[in-house]
């Protein structure tokens, strides 16, 4: 009886709680970044700006060494990438946690946690994740999404209780051991690729680009059929001239910049709009709150009704979140907040949920990884734009309307850059084969 449980056990449940820890301690990471920019300001004696850098150089180097990892991906698999990325966020927190000035930082902190937390980002958990569950990707990628907003719950608080009771220097090497512990140990022990064989009744190979057919001459009637050669990941160059791949990465930009754009300057929005500062952290909480719970509901929506239309309600909805409260709140009213917090949860995060999907979708499991790679470095050149972007236009007018209007027409180009994608990966599947 236990052996034909065993055998009827999807391992691909193993791989979704591995996954969920690896984005639990990415939300935790990217959510306790706020709380540390003041202890790190206040410590150097450095100004916000420069501080800041040292976040935004993290960024930047995940958004540059995204393909190059998505392609490590592919040829180690996760088994292998995967502790090593832990192994070196835990060695990036210790080391900076020793810095005597804030340039040491931008090495430590910037480079090599840059790429440690790039390596186990929502991009490869779609790769490793997605090939598991072809025909339930969405909603399974849904719920292991919603690691992001577990993490913040737990991290962001624990970092501000830490840099009360020990200081900032310890809170980092108590962070670099538990993320090490989370990541390193249970993916080298328990990580698998998804199989290709048809004898997993629960794997479904995903759609594969068509590919020229060889023509090969035999010398006889009799000659022996040639076996079908192991698959391999494919060279750099296939992933490089996919049309499908650039407007899925150009979808990626373009939603996250809307994003970006907005989300950086929030509390200020907030507060020029009338409302608390402490008001508007409630929000953005609450907003953190709806989104636990939103995030697998809209995988399971993209896989009943499709990812584009899905992308398209959603994205509009992320849109019209803000410019709500734009028209509508006058500082002292509860109701515009609080529509704020239904809308924005119910679309926070699903650009990269459903363009990780769609990329599921359309590239094999071996290709996956270098697909997400370019995806993620899409997503980390939006970290950098979409603030510099808000800022410049407050500066020329004073506040965020026309920063919000721009981040809409961001959000209208993303939505229409998805669908094109869907256009051309359509007629990639239904092209005949080439013939010699």
Known sequence: MIRAARSRLHYGWVVFVLSLSNLTVEGGTKNSEAIYFHALRDAFGRSATYTSAVFATAGLIGALSAPLL?????????RVLFPLAGLTILFAWWASSYATDLWQMFIFYGIFAGIGHTAISSFSMTATLAPWFPQTRGRTLGLADSGNPIGAAIFAPLAGFLMGEVGWRWSYRIYGVIFAALIALPNGLLQRRAPESRSNP???????????????????AD???TPSPRRHPPALGNSVRDLAMWLLVLTRITGSVGVQ????????FFVLAGYTTQSAANTIGAVGLVSLFARPLVGLATDKWGRESVYTVGMSIAAGSVLFVVFFGDGTSFWPLAVYVLFAGLSDGISGLIVGAKAADLFPSESL?????FVEMGRGAAILLGPIIGGIMFDLQGDYVQAFIISAAFTFASVCAMWATDFVGRRRRVAPPAVS
């Open 202 to 220: 629960d794997f479904v190979p995903p759609p594969e680009p068509e590919v020229e057919a060889i023509s090969t001459e035999t010398t006889g």
């Open 369 to 373: 990884g270098t697909a997400m790679g």
């Open 70 to 78: 998505g392609m490590l991906l592919d040829r180690w698999g996760a």
């Open 261 to 268: 754009l907005i989300r950086v300057h929030l509390v200020s």
């Open 223 to 225: 000659a022996p059929a």
